[in-house]
């Protein structure tokens, strides 16, 4: 079983669409998590954080479940721009990440 | 933000010579990078943990002496990847953070496409 676990996609989803990525993590000392986006043939980008309260940042919204071993992104009014692969992360309080194999989106016109 | 850069950005080379990538922090010093490797439309997977003034930390599964691993200074780390043939082309990636790991962004480089002939 892999480290960290996420839809396999792919997305095809009409602009305007809300679209929701999941994934799970097996490693309980992970400390900190992340969702980053890589565009093709680039270096991947930090998306947001993501925190067990939930968090937000326009409209994006990450929501952590420690107890699960569960992490969430949702993407709402989605745009053409937001077309990519969205990478959950782990990372240990070493600092070794673990990138699952991510998800990719395709929002159309 | 904090920058790192790489180079080359992509090299091709023929098989059974060695690559040189060198991994740069521009704007602040990182006595710990890491060395990422991508398969096409596969996802990061970390080859090595690069620490300054001492041997590099390696994955399970990566040769320690086909991937030599050097980190030289607190702004350098650098890959060499020896004797590589056409199974070691693959988009390698260095990253490293400013700060404490857990809690601060990790910064990447921009890539090196490498192609082996």
């Known amino acids: 079983r892999k480290e960290v676990e996420q839809d396999p996609g792919p997305f095809n989803v009409p602009e305007g669409a809300t679209v929701a990525f999941n994934c799970t993590y097996s490693?309980?000392?992970?400390?900190?998590f992340f969702w980053y986006r890589q565009d093709c043939r680039k270096e991947p980008k930090l998306l947001m954080s993501v925190y067990s309260s939930g968090n937000e940042d326009g409209r994006f919204t990450a929501q952590l479940n420690r107890a699960s071993q569960y992490i969430s992104l949702l993407i709402r009014d989605s745009k053409l721009s937001d077309s990519a692969t969205y990478l959950c992360?782990?990372?240990?309080?070493?600092?070794?990440?673990?990138f699952g194999d991510g998800t990719t989106l395709t929002v159309k016109p | 933000g904090a920058v790192v850069s790489q180079h080359p950005s992509w090299v091709i080379c023929k098989s059974g010579t060695s690559v040189k990538i060198e991994c740069r922090s521009l704007d602040f010093q990182a006595t710990t990078m890491f060395w990422y490797r991508q398969f096409p439309k596969q996802s990061l997977m970390l080859m090595a943990t690069?620490?300054?003034?001492?041997?590099?930390?390696?994955e399970q599964g990566v040769e320690k002496d086909k991937f030599l691993i050097n980190h030289a200074s607190l702004t350098l780390s650098t890959l060499t990847v020896t004797s590589a043939h056409p199974e070691d082309s693959s988009f390698y990636i260095c990253?490293?953070?400013?700060?404490?790991?857990?809690?601060?962004?990790?910064?990447f480089g921009p890539g090196t496409r490498l192609t082996v002939l």
């Open positions: 490693n309980s000392a992970s400390q900190s």
């Open positions: 690069s620490n300054e003034g001492s041997k590099a930390t390696y």
């Open positions: 992360v782990v990372r240990t309080n070493a600092g070794k990440s673990t």
């Open positions: 990253s490293a953070f400013p700060g404490l790991f857990s809690y601060n962004e990790q910064f």
